[in-house]
T-cell receptor, first 117, second 114 residues
Framework: DAGVIQSPRHEVTEMGQEVTLRCKPI?????LFWYRQTMMRGLELLIY????????DSGMPEDRFSAKMPNASFSTLKIQPSEPRDSAVYFC???????????????FGPGTRLTVL | AQSVTQLGSHVSVSEGALVLLRCNYS??????LFWYVQYPNQGLQLLLK??????LVKGINGFEAEFKKSETSFHLTKPSAHMSDAAEYFC????????????FGKGTRLSVIA
């Protein structure tokens, strides 16, 4: 199993540009989570999906942020326009709905380090 | 609402010494509790989890944690620290209803001195 895959691993962009972060969850997992990690706020949930449907997006900072999950194997987090305060590490995690020893365990990707200049 | 408090943003121990990382939680329902480890420039890896079974939970790399309801604590311990244990450790809580988002503590950076 390849684990959760995120791309790109690093992104440097200029203020005002559109940024798209990508995530491929573990095959067979029904839940997908997007988290953001900053020095000031730590790790915080942005949005999560169940069976490709957004369940809770209350953590999305503002309308500049949007997330989609068009199918079970792909999700995107888009920031448009980006601002310097969006600089952070963005993690994607996935988990399975039920069954097995890994139930309720979230598996994290390596993260995307975003720098907005 | 759930919350997690990790006491000590930085803990330093000597190699071979006991590791104790503190975590206290707040939850209106019996929670699920987790410890994750993060090495530099990497994602989070699960060390261990409490899901209402045994209160003493054993994890990977020799770590264990004990759920104490009366103290609302879930402290992480390891009898003998190795240099390779140097990392950031996060305690997290979630609802027992399953597959709900994790609420993380601020993290504790563990340094191991030779």
């Amino acid at each position: 199993d390849a684990g959760v895959i995120q791309s790109p691993r690093h992104e440097v962009t200029e203020m005002g540009q559109e940024v798209t972060l990508r995530c491929k969850p573990i095959s067979g997992h029904d839940y997908l989570f997007w988290y953001r990690q900053t020095m000031m706020r730590g790790l915080e949930l942005l949005i999560y999906f169940n069976n490709n449907v957004p369940i809770d997006d209350s953590g999305m900072p503002e309308d500049r942020f949007s997330a989609k999950m068009p199918n079970a194997s792909f999700s995107t987090l888009k920031i448009q326009p980006s601002e310097p305060r969006d600089s952070a590490v963005y993690f994607c995690a996935s988990s399975r709905e039920r069954g097995g020893s890994s139930y309720n365990e979230q598996f994290f990707g390596p993260g995307t380090r975003l720098t907005v200049l | 609402a759930q919350s997690v408090t990790q006491l000590g943003s930085h803990v330093s121990v000597s190699e071979g010494a006991l590791v104790l990382l503190r975590c206290n939680y707040s939850s209106s329902v019996p929670p699920y509790l987790f410890w994750y480890v993060q090495y530099p420039n990497q994602g989070l890896q699960l060390l261990l989890k409490y899901t209402s079974a045994a209160t003493l939970v054993k994890g990977i790399n020799g770590f264990e944690a004990e759920f104490k309801k009366s103290e609302t604590s879930f402290h992480l311990t390891k009898p003998s620290a190795h240099m390779s244990d140097a990392a950031e450790y996060f305690c997290a809580v979630s609802s027992p209803s399953g597959n709900t988002p994790l609420v993380f503590g601020k993290g504790t950076r563990l340094s191991v001195i030779a």
